[in-house]
Every structure is written in structure tokens, then in C-alpha cells.
């Protein structure tokens, strides 16, 4: 287990290089507010001037007291025919006489201008607003626009209009009844208001749905808030309308190229961040490429949600995003230590692009984490929902602590967009299956349905090489009690022992545990061509995968479960008679060491369990001093050095090997013999 180097090959780098590119280009270009308040607090920075103008939100109590205002009193339209009042004036000269000219001037002038200004219900409008409250509102619609705001009171009627006529010539000295007599005033006045109901109704579904948000305006240089003050509901607000402004209209001020300076920066720490992660996470990782990008692709496609709701500016909408659907796609091809790692990592986002978001940081980083969990005993069929349904109560749970605990105003909305981000999490899981294919990774449920003994491969072996089969079971048992002493991945060695030696399926005679009595195959060969004969099965095992659709998963178990140790029986054979010790090549495997603790334990539980049949003594020293030889054997022999497993695992599998090889070749009780009758 030496010190891991860095790996090398442009396929490693070069799609850290576009996801840096990418993600210099995702990240916001806007400064963000600089500023964490709480409603309650005190405010514990310097006095807060405004460097700008800005609007005064109206708050959500505003805004539905406005509504409900809006509903109670539903204020009408009015078109306003500008023809009438001159026609009428019109219609008065004509019927002029010199003896009321003047009373025509002063009405001409002064009173039916009057009237006409504020305007004359039609007589049926006038019935409806008759017993309305005077100081309703009502308005004349100008255009789209533009409107005029009167109080029913200030409007005339037909009666009232001419009562106003009346008075007026009455205060002037005029007799009122001779001048309405020559006039013919009674017919003369016509209303110039009608009632618009199409813009009655616009205007109603307008100030219901689309109501104005601000009260007010703050100008620059005014105080928002000082120094120690309390965050009032009051300040609250204000804070909240300066935020909202600041994110809509401030810009990048400073020079554009320390602007792309920070961003390379910044997008850099992030791909290092996941290489690093990588490498002290599952360093295994690397040596397959599928699975590189695969992990690559979720992070990339997680993070760059979190880039484009901010574009968005609704910090709500991060609550209905389904973060831990990425551990559930992750989960199933790495181990879990990785995918927290992982998923820490893409998380960081959410607290680098948006203010206010630390309490959804970590609502989804427990929720994440905890899936995990639950997800290991759900995942099947509808128990799928039930494990959703837990993961969304969690989250209620940590968001109404965070409620709770810094006194904010509960947003029941919030909770319907977790509720969607949960369900959306069941709905994308599927998409497991899609990146299995598109990948080419091997899913648990794929590991079990590969070891299932029935299948084709696995029914050749047993009836060409039953005793290889046999021993693979039992390397598969062995290998099976190691690998969840250390949490590797279980149905992966399950797999692999059963296929790691299906190569012998071409020779079976060659090995010992498939040799029919009286048959020995290496008698008529030499050292050197048994040596070959036993190597081969190695190369023939992964044409026979490749033949039958083998994932490469499982190929690379099938390379290195030998590593690149020698067939020593012939080798020792071979020098004792006399061989070459610098002529020895073909006596060793040209497999590969193994990289991951999977190929490690599989590499050693093959090795135990071939030895244990040579035993003729199965006392518990004898097991534990065989098993303690085969493990220090490969790891001094330098089959374990590019190996990513600890020294305390491999101590583990040490003692789980030997207390599972105790039990397989405990004594037997001898049965005592039935004594015959004398």
C-alpha cells in the first residue's frame, strides 16, 4: 500500500478542463449581498445608508389585505363620451333668445362646464349608485394608462345636475322657471359616463393577480438600519425591498478582468474539489473511466441547477429541487463514503451562488444523507414511496426548526415545493437504469440477476468444471464474510468469485479439483507447458466474458485475481530440475495487481480457500497460520501495493477469514458403532 501517485492520461484531465470552462461560464456574474439579518435580531454591522433608490415592498399581509380590500369593493369603470358636453353647449345657443343671453353665457361658461367635469351618470347607472356610499371610488378609463379617480358623491345625476343649474341661476338672480321655460332646460342636459364592463373586469383581475408590490420609495443616502438596532418587522421589510433591488439592477462594477479572474478562481476550486474528493474517496475510480464520468456528469448536472435557479432570483425554488435523488443514482455504483463526499461537494454551490440559504443547505444535506440510509432497506417497488415520503418528513422537520428557531414567518408554500421536490426524486429514479445503459455500469439488482447459478455461463461450469464450481461458491462464500466486514460492495464479489475462473472451463482436467481418478493431464508435460496450461485460464476466461456479455467490471476480476503472481508449484518444480532462473517469464500471470478492496478480497479468498484443500491438519492453528501465509505472501510479494485498502482492513479480513475457515473445517463428532449382539 504505497503512496497513491496522481493518475495520468489526458482522459482524466480533459474533462476537468471543459467542466471548468463550463462552469466559469454558469457562475453569476452579479456581486452578492453582502448582509444576513434575521426578523428579532439585532443588526450587528455598520449603519446601513442606501447607495440608491429603491422601492418599498409591500409585505405579504399588505398584499392580501389589498386583495381582500379589492374583493369587498369591486370600484366600476366609466367611459366618458368627450362629444356630449359640447354638444350640448351647441344645442343651448341655438335656442338662445336676446332676453336670456346672458343666463346662456354664464351656462355656457361657467355651470355645464362645471357639471361636465365631474360628469352625468346614465339614469340607469344613476338608479344602481343612488344608495351607494358617497365616498365610494369610482374611475373614468382614460386608456391603458391613464384613469381618473372620482368619489361617487362628486358625480352628477340627471337631478342633481339640474339642481345644480337651479341654484346657480338662482343665486345669480335669475327667475329660474321663466329661464328653464325659454330654454327648454329640461331636455337639454345628456349624460356623458358609461359603464364599461369588459374594463370593470380587467381592471378587478388586474389588482387581484397582478397587484402593485411597493408602498414606497427610499432614496439614496437615507438610513435603513443602524448600528445595534433591532430587526423590526419594519426594518425587516425595508432590508428585504434593499435585497431584492440589489440583486435585480446591481452589476459587476469592477474591472471585467478581475471579474473573470474570480470566476476561473472559484470554478477551479470546485473541479479540484471533485478530483480531490475522488482521489482520497475511491481512488479506484479513476481506473474506470465509465464510472469517472458518470460521477463527473452528476456534479456537473446537480451544480449547474443550483447556477440557473439563481438566475431565477426565487430562493423557494431550491426547496423543490430533488438533491438527493444524486445519492440514490450514485449510491448504486460507488460506495457510500464516496457519495457523501460527493454530495457535500455539489451542495457547497447552493451556499456560494445565493444569500439566505444556509437553512436549505443543510435541509438537503440531511435529507441526502439520510436517503442513504432509508433507501437501503426501501428501495424495492412501492416501498420506493414509502422511503420518499420519510426523506420528505425529515425535511419538514429541519425546515421548521429552522422556522422555529430564528423566528421567521412560515411559508406553508415552501412546504408543497418539498413535497414536489420528493416526488420528483421517486419519479427520477429510473434514470438509473438509463445511465447504466449509457455508461455501461453494473446496478446491484444486474449483480444479483448475474449470480443467479441457473444462467447459462454459470451452468456450463458447473457441467465442464464442477469441481471449479464448487470451489467458486465456496470463494464466494468466504469472499462474501469478508466483504461486509469492511462494507465493500457485497453483490460485486458475490459476482465476481463465481465468474473468476470460468476460463477453466476450456481445460478443466489441467486443475486438481476437476482431475477424474487416474487421470494426470501435467504427467506428460513439462514444467514450463504445465505452467502455461494453468496461466492460460486466465486469457480464456475473458474470451469466454467477452463471448457472453460479461460487464468489464467483472473482466477486471477475472485479470486480476491472480495479479501477477507465478504458477509456483511448476515454478519450484521447474528450478529443482535444474531451470533457468533468469528463464522464468512464463512462469508468472501477466494479469494486473488489484486496485480496488473488492479485487483484494477476492484475490485473497481465492488463494485461502485453494490452499485450505491441501491441509491435512485442520486444527485452528493450522487455519490460522495458512491464512496468515496466503495474506502476507501477496502483500510482500507486492500484489496489494496499488491496492486502495488500509492496513486495518486487511486485518479485519485476516481475522473473518480465519473464523470463517474454522467453522467450514471444524471437527466432526465420531459416531459411536452399534455393539453386536453376543
Known sequence: ?????????????????????????????????????????????????????????????????????????????????????????????????????????????????????????????????????????????????????????????????????????????????????????????????????????????????????????????????????????????????????????????????????????????????????????????????????????????????????????????????????????????????????????????????????????????FAGIMSLYVFKNLDKGWQQFVGSFMIYLMMVVVWLGFCLMFDSVVNWQQVFYIALGAGLAIAGYPLIYLFEKMFRLVSPAKLVELSDTSNALLRMLADKAPGTFHHSLQVMNLADAAARSIEANVPLVRAAALYHDIGKINNPQCFTENEAPGIKVHDTLTPRESAQLIIKHVTDGLALAEKHNLPKVLKDFIVSHHGTTCASYFLTKYLNDGGDPQDVADFYYKGVKPLTKEQVILMLSDGVEAASRSLKDYSEESISNLVDRIIDGKANDGQLDEADITLKELNTIRGVMKSFMQQVYHSRIEYPKLNKPS
Open 1 to 365: 500500500m504505497t503512496l497513491r501517485k496522481l493518475p495520468r492520461g489526458y482522459k482524466v484531465y480533459l474533462p476537468l478542463a471543459v467542466t471548468l470552462i463550463f462552469f466559469v461560464f454558469m457562475l453569476p456574474r452579479s456581486p452578492r449581498f453582502g448582509y444576513e439579518y434575521k426578523k428579532g435580531e439585532y443588526w450587528m454591522y455598520e449603519t446601513l445608508v442606501a447607495e440608491y433608490d429603491f422601492p418599498i415592498l409591500k409585505t405579504a399581509d399588505q398584499l392580501q389585505s389589498e386583495k381582500d380590500s379589492v374583493k369587498a369593493a369591486k370600484m366600476p369603470y366609466f367611459d366618458r363620451i368627450d362629444s356630449v358636453e359640447e354638444s350640448v353647449k351647441e344645442s343651448l345657443a341655438e335656442v338662445s333668445v336676446a332676453s336670456a343671453a346672458a343666463a346662456v353665457e354664464m351656462l355656457q361658461d361657467s355651470i355645464l362646464t362645471q357639471i361636465y367635469s365631474k360628469g352625468i351618470f346614465s339614469p340607469a347607472d344613476a338608479a344602481y349608485y343612488q344608495d351607494a356610499d358617497q365616498d365610494a371610488v369610482c374611475a373614468v378609463y382614460v386608456n391603458e394608462f391613464q384613469e381618473e379617480k372620482l368619489l361617487v358623491g362628486e358625480v352628477y345625476t340627471l337631478d342633481s345636475a339640474h339642481e345644480y343649474i337651479r341654484s346657480s341661476l338662482r343665486a345669480a338672480g335669475y327667475n329660474v322657471d321663466s329661464i328653464y321655460a325659454v330654454l327648454g332646460l329640461d331636455d337639454l342636459l345628456i349624460p356623458d359616463l358609461e359603464y364599461n364592463d369588459i374594463v370593470t373586469d380587467e381592471k378587478y383581475v388586474d389588482k387581484i393577480f397582478y397587484p402593485s408590490y411597493t408602498s414606497n420609495y427610499i432614496s439614496r443616502s437615507e438610513v435603513i438600519v443602524e448600528k445595534g438596532e433591532l430587526v423590526t418587522d419594519s426594518i425587516a421589510n425595508l432590508l428585504d425591498s434593499y435585497k431584492a433591488e440589489f440583486d435585480r439592477s446591481v452589476g459587476y462594477s469592477g474591472n471585467e478582468i478581475f471579474l473573470w479572474l474570480g470566476l476561473f478562481i472559484v470554478a477551479a476550486l470546485m473541479v479540484l474539489m471533485f478530483f480531490f474528493t475522488m482521489y482520497f474517496s475511491d481512488y479506484s475510480i479513476f481506473s474506470n473511466y465509465n464510472r469517472y464520468l458518470y460521477a463527473l456528469l452528476l456534479y456537473v448536472l446537480f451544480a449547474s441547477i443550483t447556477f440557473l435557479l439563481y438566475r431565477r432570483g426565487d430562493v423557494n425554488l431550491y426547496y423543490m429541487v430533488p438533491y438527493s435523488l444524486m445519492c440514490m443514482l450514485m449510491v448504486a455504483f460507488f460506495r457510500k463514503t464516496f457519495v457523501v463526499a460527493m454530495y457535500f461537494i455539489t451542495m457547497l454551490p447552493l451556499l456560494i451562488v445565493a444569500s439566505g440559504t444556509v437553512n436549505i443547505f443543510f435541509m438537503h444535506l
